[in-house]
């Protein structure tokens, strides 16, 4: 098969590129480094089937060149941060909104076979019943949750309108390896450096937000099961672990994780506007379709999250420093 993997360099992407060039699939990793590390990826370079494009998938025009014979589009490239998305809508709605456009239409052009699309549980803003499924409304209080629901409903559309066979689907909060804490990186990685530096992780608010997280190799494991399965998936399907971990319970596995019982605690300042309550999924329609359960528990994924951290991630952020 040949593959376009968006956001190629980033974080899930860049798992994604691993598992199929390993696999022996032509993979096109196309990202412009917004968020992503070539570090991710450096390993594939090798690799006589793995191609990096270094682009912007707000380029039609590259877009119309590269996508020509490509079977399979997996499109994560994204503005994936909640706080950027305040400061600078404008750029959010252009990558995540006209960016999709953009692919889905090339994908339309060149009748690619499948497009698989990186929405998010962020569309659904704060559980109002718990556990969310896919009727749940979307309600999103951020520019960046509008901007995905935005890019999903425009894949429903085109899966509608043109019959196109477009898989939706929507990660809960998704942590592992290569996760950066650079500017707005996930919670854990920030959490963990700052606990590692002998900092106090920041909670906004009394810390009991909650999240559903699931770990990266769950998280291929959805998008492989959604990639081989058979007929077209043309309503949008959640991937959660149905576990609900609340940040303060987070920060302070982590500082037990990092061996900082004694030393630290996490301190709490404001809430910030906009931030999504509760966030739990119903993933029964990931069972029943395509047999996906999380297999990873929320510790373990801590735990090997953690060690990569020690192992890798400070000395990775040296280097990018
Ligand atoms: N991490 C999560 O918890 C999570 C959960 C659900 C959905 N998602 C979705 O999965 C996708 C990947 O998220 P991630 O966590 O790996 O983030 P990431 O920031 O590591 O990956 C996004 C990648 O897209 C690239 N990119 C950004 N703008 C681009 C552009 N205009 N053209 C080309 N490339 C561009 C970035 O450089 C980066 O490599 C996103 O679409 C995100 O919305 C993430």
């Not at 968006?6 to 598992?19: E, M, N, P, R, V």
């Not at 509008?146 to 477009?166: E, H, L, N, P, V």
């Amino acid at each position: 098969m040949k593959m376009l993997i968006t956001g190629g360099a980033g974080f899930i992407g860049s798992h994604l590129c691993d598992k199929y060039t390993k696999e022996g699939h032509t993979v096109l990793c196309l990202d412009n480094f917004m968020s992503g590390n070539l570090m991710n990826i450096r390993h594939l370079l090798d690799y006589r089937n793995f191609k990096l494009i270094e682009g912007d998938i707000r380029n039609y025009e590259l877009l119309d060149k590269v996508m020509r014979d490509v079977d399979t589009v997996f499109h994560l490239a994204a503005q994936i941060h909640v706080d950027r998305s305040y400061i600078e809508p404008q750029l959010t709605y252009e990558v995540n909104v006209m960016g999709t456009q953009n692919i889905l239409e090339v994908a339309r052009l060149y009748d690619a076979k499948r497009v698989i699309y990186a929405s998010t549980s962020e569309v659904y803003g704060s559980a109002q019943h718990v556990p969310i499924n896919e009727q749940h409304p979307l309600n999103a209080p951020h520019p960046y949750g509008a901007s995905k629901i935005a890019a999903d409903r425009m894949c429903y559309a085109y899966i509608q309108t043109y019959g196109m066979d477009i898989s939706i689907l929507r990660l809960f909060n998704t942590f592992g390896p290569r996760q950066r804490d650079i500017g707005y990186g996930g919670v854990i990685s920030i959490f963990t450096r700052r606990v590692l530096s002998n900092v106090p992780p920041i909670i906004y608010g009394d810390g009991l937000q909650t999240r559903d997280y699931i770990y990266i190799d769950d998280a291929v494991r959805a998008y492989d099961l959604v990639l081989n399965h058979k007929e077209p998936i043309t309503d949008p399907i959640n991937f959660g672990s149905g576990t609900e971990v609340s940040i303060l319970d987070l920060a302070n596995k982590v500082i037990g994780f990092c061996g900082k019982k004694d030393s630290l605690r996490p301190i709490h300042v404001e809430s910030r506007i906009g931030e999504v309550k509760r966030l739990i999924a119903d993933s029964s329609k990931a069972r029943k379709l395509v047999g996906w359960e999380a297999k990873c528990n929320f510790e373990e994924g801590l735990s090997k999250f953690v060690q990569w951290y020690k192992d890798y991630g400070l000395e990775e952020r040296i280097k990018i420093e």
